[in-house]
């Protein structure tokens, strides 16, 4: 069965350090979405990627999608303690509309 | 505009009982899915609604059921509850475009304790 695997499970940084997730799919996706989670909170959306090797940018987030559609990164410049939370990709399975969720990436920053 | 609403926020029940969850999605959706999110974990999709139908079902018992209605909003069902149960019950909405993993939009979820 698909499988989306994230690295690290867990990640602690000094605020001002950067900070990158990693997300590997055993399908080719057809997109790649990343969500955030609070403590406490919901998964909130945060980017879609749909091309091949496509790369976008959110402020200090950078999003790449790698070039066979299997991987994607996330990577957070000077992080701040408001970007403390679990950062989870996505991606649809073959021909389904629903979304397969990675493993998540915890992320705690030292002020 | 208001988003994605799901109600009770908190639900305490003993094994065996039956719950129902509702949802209703943000304005202008009409793709309604269902998550169960375990402790530390990734939300797990328990199915789909799209025109009133299931439209996809992740691995989960028939115990689990559900309903869309007329307004677009939910119900999940979840019969002979288990301890293994306890979860964060998520609905997701989207607009339905390219039917290959829409952008969803998450409620705050319902928690629920199995006891």
């Known amino acids: 069965g698909q499988q989306v695997m994230q690295i690290p499970q867990y990640q602690h940084v000094q605020e001002g350090e950067d900070f990158t997730t990693y997300c590997n799919s055993s399908t080719t996706l057809s997109n790649i979405q990343w969500y955030k989670q609070r403590p406490g909170g919901h998964p909130v959306f945060l980017i879609q990627?749909?091309?091949?090797?496509e790369v976008k940018k959110q402020k200090r987030l950078t999003f790449q999608f790698g070039e066979a559609k299997k991987n994607s990164s996330l990577h957070i410049t000077a992080t701040q303690t408001t970007d403390v939370g679990t950062y989870f990709c996505?991606?649809?399975?073959?021909?389904?509309?629903?979304?397969?969720f990675g493993t998540g990436t915890r992320l705690t920053v030292i002020p | 505009d208001a988003g994605v609403t799901q109600s009770p926020t908190h639900l305490i029940k003993t094994r065996g009982q039956q719950v129902t969850l509702r949802c209703s999605p943000k304005?202008?959706?009409?793709?309604v899915s269902w998550y169960q999110q375990a402790l530390g974990q990734g939300p797990q999709f328990i199915f789909q609604?799209?025109?009133?139908?299931?439209?996809q079902r992740g691995n989960f018992p028939d115990r689990f059921s559900g309903h869309q209605f007329p307004n677009y909003s939910s119900e999940l069902n979840v019969n002979a509850l288990l301890l293994g149960d306890s979860a964060l019950y998520l609905c997701?909405?989207?607009?339905?475009?390219?039917?290959?993993?829409?952008?969803?939009?998450f409620g705050p979820g319902t928690r629920l304790t199995v006891l």
């Open positions: 609604y799209y025109e009133e139908e299931e439209r």
């Open positions: 997701a909405s989207s607009f339905r475009t390219s039917g290959r993993g829409d952008t969803q939009y």
């Open positions: 304005s202008g959706h009409d793709t």
């Open positions: 990627l749909v091309k091949s090797g």
């Open positions: 996505a991606g649809p399975p073959t021909g389904a509309n629903n979304l397969f």
